[in-house]
C-alpha cells in the first residue's frame, strides 16, 4: 500500500471518528429530552419510530444488497420476500402481544417467567439461517459495512432505562448499567459507521470490539431481567421492564439488535472488504 493511499485511510478514518463531536451532543440532548419531557415517551411516539424506521431500511437495504449481488430477479424477489415476511410477521406479533399486556405481569392475561422466555423464539430460529445462509453472504458482500451498525443509532432509546431507574419505575440492578450501555452503543455506531468506510483494519477492528461490546451489553441485561423475572434475584420488582412501550425494547427491540450484531461480525469476519458508507464500492482492509 502506497504512503498516499495510507494518508489517505487514516484521514477517513479519523474524520469518521470526528464524528463524536456531534453525536454526543445529540445524545446528551436525547437523555435530556426523555427527562425533561416524559410524556413523549409515554406516548410510545419513540416506540413507533424505533421499530418503523429501521423495518424501513432494512427492506430497502436488503434490496440494494440484492440488486447488487448477481443474482437473477426471481432469486432477488424470493430472498426479499423470505427475510421480509417473517420479520413484518415477527414485528406485529409482539407489538400487538405488547400493547395488550402479554409481557406484563400485572396485567390481565399477562405473563412471566419462563413463558414470557418465547419472545427469545425467532431469534433461536434466525440467527443459523442468517449465518449460514449463502445469499445472506452475497448480500453482505455487496453493501457497505457500516449499515448494519449505523442501525444501531436506535441503542439511544436505552435511554428510558435511566428514566425508569431514576424514577423507582425499573430497579437498579438492571436499568442503570442496561441504560448507560445501551447510550454508549448508540452514541458509537455512527463513528464507527463512518469509520469503516477508511478501510483499515484499525476502524475493522473497532467495528468487531463495537459489536462485541453490543452483545456484552444484551448479555448482562438478558442474565439480569431474566433472574428477576424468575425472582432469583429479588428487587421488589415483578419484571425488569414489562409496561408498555418500554417493553417493546425487551420484546423486540434486544433480540433483533442481537441478529444485527451477529450479521455485522459475519460480514467484517467472513472477507476483508469495507465499502464506502457514501457510494458503496468493496475497498480491502488494509493496516493502519
Not at 415477527?90 to 419462563?114: C, R
Amino acid at each position: 500500500m502506497s504512503t498516499a493511499t495510507h494518508d489517505v485511510r487514516t484521514m477517513s478514518g479519523r474524520q469518521g471518528w470526528r464524528s463524536l463531536y456531534w453525536m454526543v451532543p445529540i445524545s446528551a440532548l436525547y437523555i435530556a429530552l426523555t427527562f425533561a419531557a416524559p410524556w413523549v415517551n409515554a406516548s410510545g411516539a419513540p416506540a413507533v419510530i424505533a421499530r418503523l424506521v429501521p423495518h424501513v431500511f432494512i427492506a430497502l437495504g436488503l434490496w440494494i444488497g440484492l440488486e447488487r449481488a448477481e443474482l437473477s430477479a426471481s432469486q432477488r424477489r424470493n430472498t426479499w420476500l423470505a427475510v421480509m415476511i417473517p420479520l413484518t410477521l415477527w414485528l406485529a406479533v409482539v407489538w400487538s402481544a405488547a400493547i395488550n399486556g402479554f409481557f406484563n405481569t400485572n396485567a390481565p392475561g399477562g405473563v412471566g417467567g419462563p413463558l414470557s422466555l418465547v419472545r427469545w423464539l425467532p431469534t433461536i430460529i434466525a440467527a443459523p439461517i442468517l449465518l449460514g445462509s449463502r445469499r445472506i453472504g452475497q448480500v453482505l458482500d455487496a453493501i457497505p459495512a457500516g449499515w448494519i451498525i449505523a442501525l444501531q443509532v436506535l441503542r439511544l432509546q436505552g435511554a428510558g432505562f435511566l428514566f425508569g431507574w431514576y424514577h423507582h419505575a425499573v430497579p437498579a440492578l438492571f436499568g442503570l448499567p442496561a441504560g448507560i450501555a445501551d447510550v454508549l452503543v448508540g452514541t458509537l455506531a455512527v463513528p464507527v459507521a463512518f469509520a469503516l468506510a477508511s478501510g483499515s483494519q484499525t476502524s475493522r477492528r473497532a467495528a468487531i470490539a463495537w459489536n462485541v461490546f453490543g452483545l456484552a451489553d444484551f448479555a448482562f441485561g438478558i442474565t439480569v431481567s431474566t433472574a428477576i423475572g424468575l425472582h432469583l434475584i429479588e428487587t421488589g420488582f415483578a419484571n425488569a421492564s414489562s409496561g408498555y412501550p418500554l417493553v417493546m425494547i425487551a420484546a423486540f427491540g434486544v433480540p433483533q439488535a442481537i441478529l444485527w450484531h451477529l450479521v455485522s461480525l459475519r460480514q467484517l469476519m467472513r472477507r476483508n472488504p469495507a465499502t464506502s458508507s457514501g457510494i458503496g464500492r468493496d475497498q480491502k482492509f488494509e493496516a493502519a
